[in-house]
């Protein structure tokens, strides 16, 4: 396992086919984050469950505090994200969406739509998500609530 405190500060990306582009174009957009790339290495035909569930795997083994996941549309990724018990994954498709699925849900995986999100609403929705706090109080009952489903 790694460091608690240095994982804090990685962020997992990943995505399919229809988010290799997004995905590249966010890592030179935010060369400050310290970015763990999980694949998918080139535009050819690939399975999105399977990025997902490395990156679910990477936040698990404490690889990573926080993940960024990227398809066509950014639906069946987020699908695929969320079957895993410790991920909150959110599908957002503005800045607003970004900074309240940390506020309000602790977002833990932003995912984007390669194919709907243009490079610079995603920069700035990843640029919210990694620099918003939940804000706790009366959204906790309701995160402690999703365990129990």
């Known amino acids: ?45 690939v ?32 699908i695929a994200a969320n079957r895993h018990a410790h991920i909150r994954c959110a599908l957002v498709h503005d800045v607003t969406g970004a900074r309240l699925c940390r506020q309000h849900n602790d977002a833990n995986v932003l995912a984007l739509g390669g194919r709907t999100t243009g490079d610079v609403v995603a920069k700035e929705c990843v640029e919210a998500f990694l620099s918003t706090a939940f804000e706790g109080g009366r959204h906790q009952k309701r995160i402690d609530k999703l365990g129990a489903c």
């Open 1 to 45: 396992m790694a460091d608690k405190d240095e994982s804090a500060r990685v962020v997992a990306i990943a995505c399919d086919h229809g988010g290799f582009a997004l995905k590249e174009a966010l890592k030179v957009a935010l060369p400050d984050v310290k970015w763990l790339d999980l694949g998918t290495s080139g535009p050819e035909s």
């Open 47 to 78: 399975d999105y469950p399977d990025f997902a569930h490395k990156l679910a795997d990477a936040i698990r083994d404490g690889k990573a505090g926080r993940g960024i996941l990227v398809c066509g549309s950014g639906i069946g990724i987020s």
